[in-house]
């Protein structure tokens, strides 16, 4: 992942109105087919999530004895009533999966608030007030950003404790520098312009300049990032769940189901390939939304 | 030059303060003493206890440990580990090369691969060739690494029988390592059949390890070579009537390959933590698994300096890129 901050220079050419600018960004956006796909394909997850219970055939934790590792509905020992087969130990994968739907993009979504929220707070504070404040600030940023994500996320959650709340804040902990700088550079271009000396001139106050002020015209790059940062979350939760250190088995989390199909690689290929195929999927459409929103949100900075 | 180089040199400074600040803090922040969460749930004797507090110098005022612990990292002294009682720094020396010939197979893996495609894909753009590229960056870019891995132990080591599922080399083999590389150690022994095996147990790790990397390469070559492509100097070398080989091969390039070179420095992170997964899965004896090996057991002097040296290593790899990078252009050092 990086930072978009060094790639963002010169000035907005904003259209009067929100609502003006809102049809400018989807004339942009829709042109782009790729990302009206991923919108479609995250909505519809966010709806699975919502509903999981509802749509789900069987209770997620419920063993069914009599149909142990029981592969998918198309393959020759199949049964109908688990489509996507069932685990070691009987549990229906289709349930899991779409139960666990929760708890990936739950993970994602808090993760992506915890990083923005102290991300966009520490970048506002160091381009604001520069000098010292500013070199400590980005000093820090630097250390976190020195140590590999992944590995930082394991260290800390060795610390927490493993669980998946843990795994969250680790991981927002890790991501939430790229925020930092991208408000900050965003920040400092944006402090010298008329319209900001015009508010300090008619009294605002410092709270009011960062976040009324300046806030609003450096969302466009912060939006992209926070995109990729949820993929990236997302990524980095079930990586952690994977290797034992996020959400803790029984609980359906991708990762952790992954964890504990691992023996099984050689035997049964479904409790493998689905949990892993629904993160993949559910990234890629994050992707694709990221990329479209980038091409929209920016027009300088389109890719093809 | 000189004072360009001296410039990064003491802008890290910090940066490296700051490491060993995390690295040293991370066993004091643990909730509890060190010594009792090692002990874990077994619990210790309170004389135990004791002594063992003293013996790795818990019970003196942090700021003492603290500059004892610098003190001892000048002098290459990272602790000993818990579980085998050797120094960290020897275990962490021993593996890493291990990771490095795997991370330099998936480095080298994914220009070989990426560059071409990214600079075909740019030079067609629009074509069923740029689609069906970017389509496949996204979706290596997209990857859980960890589950590819998985799919391809299922598919070449299970189904196929082609490559072997975990491991360095084949336990019908042993030689003494003279370099650390497999590939390189495995040559030398002339042993027949060890350079094969040796192949062959790095292959699947490499693809896994390179899925990455190779994606954000593609892409970022892909980009950088449309922008070039549509500035001026492109426009004049066609306008010449250059062929359309050396107008791509020899302008274009060698200018989009500057961001390029910073994208593929940028990947040595990423890949000391994707190594962390691809060596837990294809059980590959590098600093990665010791890494999560060491978390599990609880060895903390050895997660202690594994994270330090992980964090000395990028910062290395990186200040080599910066160097190069105000080598390339100029432009940069000023």
């Given at each position: 992942?990086s930072?978009?901050?060094?790639?963002?220079e010169?000035?907005?050419?904003a259209?009067?109105?929100?609502?003006?600018?809102?049809?400018?960004?989807?004339?942009y956006?829709?042109e782009?087919?790729?990302?009206?796909?991923?919108?479609?394909?995250?909505?519809a997850?966010?709806?699975?999530?919502v509903f999981?219970?509802?749509?789900?055939p069987?209770?997620p934790?419920?063993q069914f004895?009599?149909?142990?590792?029981?592969?998918?509905?198309?393959?020759?020992?199949?049964?109908?009533?688990?489509?996507?087969?069932?685990?070691a130990?009987?549990r229906?994968?289709?349930?899991?999966l779409i139960?666990?739907?929760?708890?990936?993009?739950?993970?994602g979504?808090?993760?992506?608030?915890?990083a923005?929220v102290l991300?966009?707070?520490?970048?506002?504070?160091?381009?604001?007030?520069?000098?010292?404040?500013d070199?400590?600030?980005?000093?820090?940023?630097?250390?976190i950003l020195?140590?590999p994500s992944?590995?930082l996320?394991?260290?800390?959650?060795?610390?927490l404790?493993?669980?998946?709340?843990?795994a969250?804040?680790a991981?927002?902990?890790?991501?939430q520098?790229?925020?930092?700088?991208l408000?900050?550079?965003?920040?400092?271009?944006?402090?010298?312009?008329?319209?900001?000396?015009?508010?300090?001139?008619?009294?605002?106050?410092?709270?009011r300049?960062?976040?009324?002020?300046?806030?609003?015209?450096?969302?466009?790059p912060?939006?992209?990032?926070?995109?990729?940062?949820?993929?990236?979350?997302?990524?980095?939760?079930?990586a952690?769940?994977?290797l034992?250190?996020?959400?803790?088995?029984p609980?359906?989390e991708?990762?952790?189901?992954?964890?504990?199909?691992?023996e099984?690689?050689?035997?049964?290929?479904?409790?493998?390939t689905?949990?892993g195929?629904a993160?993949?999927?559910t990234?890629?459409?994050?992707?694709?939304?990221g990329?479209g929103?980038?091409?929209?949100?920016?027009?300088?900075?389109?890719?093809? | 030059?000189?004072?360009?180089?001296?410039g990064?040199?003491?802008?890290?400074?910090?940066?490296?303060?700051?490491i060993?600040?995390?690295a040293?803090?991370?066993?004091?922040v643990?909730?509890?003493?060190?010594?009792l969460?090692?002990?874990?749930?077994?619990?210790?004797?309170?004389?135990?206890h004791?002594?063992?507090?003293?013996?790795f110098?818990?019970?003196?005022?942090?700021?003492?440990?603290?500059?004892d612990?610098?003190?001892?990292?000048l002098?290459?002294?990272?602790?000993?580990?818990?579980?085998?009682?050797?120094?960290?720094?020897?275990?962490?020396?021993?593996?890493?090369p291990?990771?490095?010939?795997?991370?330099?197979?998936?480095?080298?893996?994914?220009v070989?691969i990426?560059?071409p495609?990214?600079?075909?894909?740019?030079?067609?753009?629009?074509s069923?060739f740029?689609?069906?590229?970017?389509?496949?960056?996204?979706?290596?870019?997209?990857?859980?690494?960890?589950?590819?891995?998985?799919?391809?132990?299922?598919?070449f080591?299970?189904?196929?029988?082609w490559?072997p599922?975990?491991?360095?080399i084949?336990?019908?083999?042993?030689?003494?390592?003279?370099?650390?590389?497999?590939?390189i150690?495995s040559?030398?022994?002339?042993?027949e059949?060890?350079?094969?095996?040796?192949?062959?147990h790095?292959?699947l790790?490499?693809i896994?390890?390179?899925?990455?990397?190779?994606?954000v390469?593609?892409?970022?070559?892909?980009?950088?070579m449309?922008?070039v492509?549509?500035?001026d100097?492109?426009?004049t070398?066609?306008a010449?009537?250059l062929?359309?080989?050396?107008?791509?091969?020899?302008?274009?390039?060698?200018?989009?390959?500057?961001?390029?070179?910073?994208?593929?420095g940028?990947?040595?992170?990423?890949?000391?933590?994707?190594?962390?997964?691809?060596?837990?899965i294809?059980?590959?004896?590098?600093?990665?698994?010791w890494?999560?090996?060491?978390?599990?057991?609880?060895?903390y002097?050895s997660?202690?300096?594994?994270?330090?040296m992980?964090?000395?290593?990028?910062?290395a790899v990186?200040?080599v890129?910066?160097?190069l990078?105000?080598?390339?252009?100029?432009r940069?050092?000023h």
């Amino acid at each position: 992942m990086s930072d978009t901050s060094s790639l963002r220079e010169g000035a907005p050419t904003a259209p009067a109105s929100p609502r003006g600018r809102l049809r400018e960004f989807w004339t942009y956006f829709s042109e782009n087919r790729g990302a009206v796909f991923g919108l479609w394909a995250l909505a519809a997850l966010v709806l699975v999530a919502v509903f999981a219970p509802l749509i789900a055939p069987h209770d997620p934790g419920h063993q069914f004895r009599d149909a142990l590792l029981a592969p998918p509905a198309w393959v020759d020992g199949g049964r109908a009533e688990f489509l996507l087969g069932t685990d070691a130990i009987g549990r229906d994968i289709l349930s899991r999966l779409i139960v666990g739907s929760r708890f990936s993009l739950f993970a994602g979504f808090v993760v992506v608030v915890l990083a923005l929220v102290l991300g966009v707070t520490t970048g506002l504070v160091a381009g604001f007030f520069g000098g010292r404040v500013d070199t400590l600030i980005m000093r820090v940023m630097d250390i976190i950003l020195a140590f590999p994500s992944l590995v930082l996320a394991l260290v800390l959650v060795a610390i927490l404790g493993p669980g998946l709340t843990n795994a969250m804040i680790a991981v927002a902990l890790v991501l939430q520098p790229h925020f930092a700088r991208l408000t900050r550079a965003a920040v400092i271009a944006e402090k010298g312009r008329d319209y900001v000396t015009a508010a300090r001139l008619a009294g605002a106050g410092r709270g009011r300049l960062m976040f009324v002020t300046i806030l609003p015209n450096c969302l466009g790059p912060l939006i992209v990032q926070a995109t990729l940062s949820f993929s990236n979350a997302i990524l980095d939760a079930a990586a952690l769940g994977f290797l034992g250190m996020g959400a803790q088995p029984p609980t359906p989390e991708w990762g952790t189901m992954l964890a504990e199909a691992r023996e099984f690689i050689l035997r049964a290929w479904w409790v493998v390939t689905f949990p892993g195929l629904a993160i993949l999927v559910t990234v890629i459409a994050i992707n694709l939304l990221g990329d479209g929103l980038r091409d929209a949100l920016d027009p300088k900075l389109k890719r093809s | 030059m000189l004072r360009f180089i001296f410039g990064r040199l003491w802008t890290l400074a910090p940066t490296l303060f700051g490491i060993t600040v995390i690295a040293f803090g991370f066993v004091r922040v643990l909730p509890g003493d060190p010594i009792l969460l090692m002990a874990g749930e077994r619990g210790i004797s309170a004389e135990r206890h004791a002594e063992l507090m003293a013996q790795f110098g818990y019970d003196r005022p942090l700021w003492e440990q603290y500059t004892d612990y610098v003190a001892g990292l000048l002098h290459g002294d990272l602790g000993l580990s818990i579980v085998t009682r050797q120094p960290v720094l020897d275990e962490f020396l021993s593996l890493f090369p291990a990771t490095v010939e795997l991370g330099l197979c998936a480095i080298l893996l994914a220009v070989l691969i990426g560059v071409p495609a990214g600079v075909l894909a740019a030079v067609k753009r629009g074509s069923w060739f740029d689609h069906t590229a970017m389509g496949a960056a996204l979706v290596g870019y997209s990857m859980p690494i960890f589950w590819w891995g998985l799919l391809l132990i299922i598919l070449f080591a299970g189904v196929l029988e082609w490559t072997p599922v975990s491991g360095r080399i084949s336990l019908l083999y042993y030689f003494e390592p003279v370099t650390g590389f497999m590939l390189i150690d495995s040559l030398l022994s002339g042993e027949e059949g060890a350079f094969a095996s040796a192949v062959s147990h790095l292959v699947l790790p490499t693809i896994v390890l390179a899925t990455i990397p190779l994606a954000v390469i593609a892409r970022q070559t892909r980009s950088a070579m449309l922008e070039v492509l549509g500035e001026d100097y492109v426009r004049t070398a066609r306008a010449k009537g250059l062929s359309a080989r050396r107008v791509v091969g020899l302008h274009a390039l060698r200018n989009a390959m500057i961001p390029v070179v910073t994208t593929i420095g940028l990947q040595v992170g990423l890949l000391l933590a994707g190594a962390i997964l691809t060596e837990t899965i294809f059980s590959w004896p590098g600093v990665g698994k010791w890494l999560i090996d060491s978390i599990f057991r609880r060895d903390y002097p050895s997660v202690q300096g594994g994270l330090l040296m992980v964090a000395l290593v990028v910062m290395a790899v990186n200040l080599v890129v910066d160097l190069l990078y105000g080598l390339i252009n100029p432009r940069i050092r000023h």
